[in-house]
């Protein structure tokens, strides 16, 4: 397998976009999330876009092979949720390997497939680990500010069972994305490398990508941008960079920033721009691809691609935009003495 980073020092890289905007296009029913397998489950299941991975691989395997038609050299595991706590929702949480497993069978077919067709552009697997449904830093009761609905070790070992199952599986890269909670992304970086010394694997390079929730230009756990990096930069992560809650338009200025601070590559892929009052994403991928040729031209980014609302044309569309600029080159950074 070629080493990304030969690739990421030669072009800008392309990221897929969205997953569930994706699946929405296919107005599934409740039975159809449910298949033949969990035709009796006791709850609904509908809206668990992760259990599609058993339910429905061909629907999934199909919206990868949409993404990598379209340009992307990376595409991410349908595998947002797909750790125990969040799968407790739907009293799925036994199935959580299975569904690691499985999403990472499914990508890495499709990827495969793409890189044996023009082997001179290889395509590479991402393991999409989310930031859980539960946070370790903040409260979810405003009259007990102390009490903490997740435990770091429960984290921890959501998150080790998830990467066991991406990586068994065959994924290339581990993606922690959508951080709103750094310290739930320090559990997630935590067990990576917890698996990876436990297993004896060799491991794997390891993808962060942060979300700066509103124009304050902080995380929802009130970190400004430089702090994130800093918190994370211990993993030695192959990229660094943002992704959802935002437009590119409001996006810009903190890849900038990101860009300026950041020893490793830069990542970012944003919304298609804020939701309508129907929360549904209006941006063109005429529109979104402009944007992100902007910051391919000021040499701000890595890998670009697309995230809530984003689909194969805007990928598309940013991948033409993007392929005549040059990628942003590493800052040497100057060794800093106690």
Same mark, same amino acid.
């Given at each position: ?5 030969? !690739? ?141 609905? !997740? ?23 581990? !993606? ?163």
């Amino acid at each position: 397998m070629t080493d990304i980073r030969s !690739l990421l020092d030669q072009r800008i890289l392309i990221i897929d976009g969205a997953m569930g905007t994706m699946i929405q296009r296919h107005h599934l029913k409740e039975e159809d999330y449910r298949g033949e397998r969990f035709r009796d489950w006791p709850s609904d299941l509908k809206g668990n876009n992760d259990l599609l991975c058993l339910t429905q691989p061909s629907i999934i395997g199909g919206i990868h092979r949409e993404y990598l038609e379209a340009g992307a050299d990376i595409i991410e595991t349908n595998t947002f949720n797909s750790q125990q706590v969040s799968l407790a929702d739907y009293n799925m949480q036994h199935l959580a390997y299975e569904i690691n497993y499985e999403a990472a069978l499914i990508a890495k077919k499709a990827a495969d497939e793409f890189t044996k067709k023009t082997p001179e552009k290889p395509r590479f697997v991402a393991g999409a680990i989310g930031p859980l449904n539960k946070t370790l830093s903040l409260s979810p009761d405003v009259n007990n500010p102390g009490f903490r609905a !997740l435990s770091w070790d429960d984290a921890v070992a959501a998150y080790q069972e998830q990467v066991s199952g991406l990586v068994e599986g065959g994924v290339d890269l581990i !993606l922690v994305e959508t951080i709103f909670d750094t310290l739930n992304a320090k559990a997630a970086i935590f067990a990576i490398k917890k698996f990876f010394e436990e297993s004896g694997k060799k491991e794997l390079p390891i993808m962060i990508s942060g979300t700066i929730t509103d124009a304050s230009g902080r995380t929802l756990s009130g970190q400004t941008l430089e702090a994130f990096y800093i918190s994370v930069m211990h993993a030695r992560p192959l990229s660094v960079g943002l992704n959802c809650a935002l437009g590119a338009a409001d996006m810009r200025s903190h890849i900038e920033e990101l860009s300026q601070i950041a020893s490793c590559y830069t990542s970012a892929y944003p919304n298609a721009g804020l939701p309508n009052a129907m929360g549904e994403y209006d941006e063109q991928p005429e529109q979104t691809a402009h944007f992100l040729e902007d910051w391919a031209k000021e040499g701000f980014v890595n890998i670009v691609g697309g995230c809530c609302g984003t689909t194969p044309d805007h990928i598309r569309h940013i991948a033409e935009h993007v392929k005549q600029f040059q990628p942003r080159r590493l800052p040497v950074m100057e060794p800093i003495s106690a």
